[in-house]
């Protein structure tokens, strides 16, 4: 994929990218996409991030095993392995686990303080030409994803994010016309099912 | 603010803005934050969101109004009013609801499928020149912002953004260096204090 330095014609340009090619992604790269995702607005401007880089082969492999067993929890072994085109984590050239500090019990608003940090180091990445794409499946084996990477009480595995250069060039993203979702100051449409 | 068409220096360009100026928002603008907004990622690609565009300057002094008791819910009444520049809601140009379906009891990764769009709109808002804050302390009174934005059964208020041209100039935001935040394959310090 091209890089992509127009804010403009930035977000129609993020795809989900699930298969890398074996370039290796150096330190710089990722600091940056990192960086990135650090100037984020969080609640209260608490910033209450940390991010994990997963290159180590061994540490890869562990995480690979369980989240695959997460595909198998949800589609079941029926499930047409690898239809998406999703290369193992095994593959991956590095994984980037973005955790948030949470105090009390987790609910939607929590999400507030570290999303909008994980879509800025996806928008960066895509920006740089690199690929990825928001994982949150592994939750299914939140305690033993937080078992293997030891992340400490009180802390919470938010999303992996997969980063590489990806395995091909991909096309913008289609959206509906924006009407479809927008409506005037109150609610005026029937209940959308889903 | 001036506009920032350079995806390298966006992140760091982005400020809370509580205050605005007079100058209308026209609706190709708020169109266009907006189809930003629907090009983020969502879980399974559901694009499971609205978006209501409050103008209406009834429908904003009710809203204010609630809103303000929140303020007071969390600060108390000792609370210097307006300390942080705020302006009330009765006064920014445009609010936007950013709503998302929601099947089940919400938990940290529902947010995975809204917080990226909100940070789309507020990205691309930056990028125009135009000033943007995320709030989700309405959430205090969810049940009352529900019911007068006519939020039906399935469906949860996830951030409102005022959106408006700013009241002044802002500079950058600022951060500390990208390695304190970051750690290699697993977890390797000491459990943080937020």
């Known amino acids: 994929m091209k890089p992509i330095n127009d804010v403009a014609t930035l977000f129609e ?3 989900a990218v699930r298969a890398f090619s ?3 992604v150096d330190d710089t790269t990722v600091t940056e996409v990192i960086r990135a995702a650090t100037h984020a607005p969080s609640s209260q401007n608490a910033q209450p991030w940390r991010f ?3 290159r180590d082969p061994a540490q890869k492999a562990v995480m690979s095993e369980v989240y695959e067993e997460c595909f ?6 029926g499930a ?3 239809a998406d085109g999703r290369q193992p984590w095994t593959q991956v050239p590095v994984l980037i686990v973005c955790c948030i500090g949470v105090q009390g019990r987790p609910n939607i608003a929590t999400g507030a303080s570290i999303y909008p940090a994980v879509q800025n180091l996806m ?3 895509r920006s740089l030409g690199l690929g990825t794409v928001m994982t949150t499946l592994f939750r299914l084996q939140r305690d033993r994803f937080h078992e293997i990477l030891g992340i ?3 802390w919470e595995a938010a999303a992996i994010i997969p980063l590489g250069w990806p395995d091909r060039n991909y096309g913008p993203n289609h959206r509906p016309p924006v009407d479809e979702v927008v409506m005037r100051d109150r609610w005026t449409e029937p209940q959308p099912n889903l």
């Open 22 to 24: 074996d370039r290796p």
């Open 123 to 125: 928008l960066r990445a």
């Open 72 to 77: 198998l929890q949800v589609y079941g072994a």
């Open 80 to 82: 047409p392995a690898r």
């Open 13 to 15: 340009n993020q795809r």
């Open 52 to 54: 994990i880089v997963v």
């Open 152 to 154: 400490p009480e009180g």
